[in-house]
């Protein structure tokens, strides 16, 4: 590939030189950018384009990548054509055969990228292998790994994981000696070192405080621990004005009855009959009031 200082093809080649892969796909995609026409041309490394994407752990770009390539140019392309096995592999998790996928002969520009892959393919499925297994035949984790049994036991043991009976124990030996401790110490009854007040409590002090003297086994003051507030006493009694606060509407048309109460409210005073019969006469309702009432 030739290219001009400053362009994103020459980004290309010195992130090749520099075996930085990481970034790698993403400068060739700039590169595409710049030169519409470069998947069309035979000249364009398409498998070193699709392997970077891989390594990158972005299959998705990878596969529309093979997508938008011309057919012409996946037919000129036996290497092409290798990297999408590969690709076909990992998508459907098929990893005991991505090995024979990374076999292909690439060439010399691509090798160095197939062979970093190989390698952090195999750190990447011996995580799910932890995850996955308490133990493992070394001819299992080798099939897993792409390698023969005497290399994965090798694998595992650079990893602190212990062979016995045949298998390989998926625990590194200061992890199991760790756990080894503490269920001696917990048979022992003494505490693990854990913090009196634990972090899901969060920042409730009070629950934070009964938490931990439950678990130092102290005893717990209630009255401590929930304080009651004493009442402010009310110095002075509160009055309300009802007359003030709910001011009386009386309809004319419709007088109340109020005044006759009003008029005689002391006691020792009571109505006599003319008085009473003209409050009532006063206070009737006229017929056209309650028929517009109505």
Not at 98 to 123: D, H, I
Not at 137 to 146: I, Q, V, Y
Request: charge should be negative; glycine fraction near 6%; proline fraction near 6%.
């Amino acid at each position: 590939m030739e290219a001009a200082e400053g362009t994103a093809l020459a980004k290309v080649t010195s992130l090749l030189e520099e075996r930085a892969y990481d970034q790698l796909g993403a400068a060739m995609d700039e590169a595409e950018l710049e030169e519409p026409t470069a998947l069309s041309s035979e000249q364009w490394p398409h498998a070193l384009h699709l392997l970077a994407h891989i390594y990158a752990g972005r299959q998705e770009d990878a596969r529309f990548l093979y997508k938008r390539t011309p057919d012409a140019a996946k037919a000129a392309s036996p290497e092409l054509q290798a990297a999408f096995a590969l690709l076909q592999r990992l998508w459907c998790k098929d990893y005991q055969h991505v090995w024979a996928a990374l076999q292909f002969g690439w060439s010399e520009q691509v090798q160095p990228l197939a062979a970093a892959l190989g390698e952090r393919l195999r750190g990447r499925m011996l995580d799910l292998v932890s995850r996955a297994y308490s133990n493992i035949s070394p001819a299992k984790l080798g099939a897993l790994l792409g390698c023969s049994a005497e290399e994965a036991a090798a694998a595992a043991a650079a990893r602190g994981w212990a062979a016995a009976d045949g298998l390989i124990e998926l625990v590194s030996t200061a992890s199991k000696a760790m756990l080894q401790a503490a269920r001696a110490l917990r048979l022992c009854g003494r505490p693990l070192g854990l913090s009196p007040v634990p972090r899901w409590l969060g920042s409730n002090p009070v629950a934070a405080k009964i938490k931990g003297e439950e678990m130092l086994g102290e005893p717990l003051d209630v009255d401590k621990a929930f304080p009651q507030e004493e009442h402010k006493k009310v110095e002075e009694p509160v009055t309300v004005n009802l007359e003030a606060e709910h001011d009386r509407v009386e309809d004319p048309e419709v007088p109340m009855l109020s005044s006759m109460f009003d008029k005689h409210a002391a006691p020792g005073e009571p109505m006599s009959k003319e008085e009473a019969d003209a409050e009532v006469e006063r206070c009737a309702v006229p017929a056209v009031v309650r028929c517009a009432a109505l």
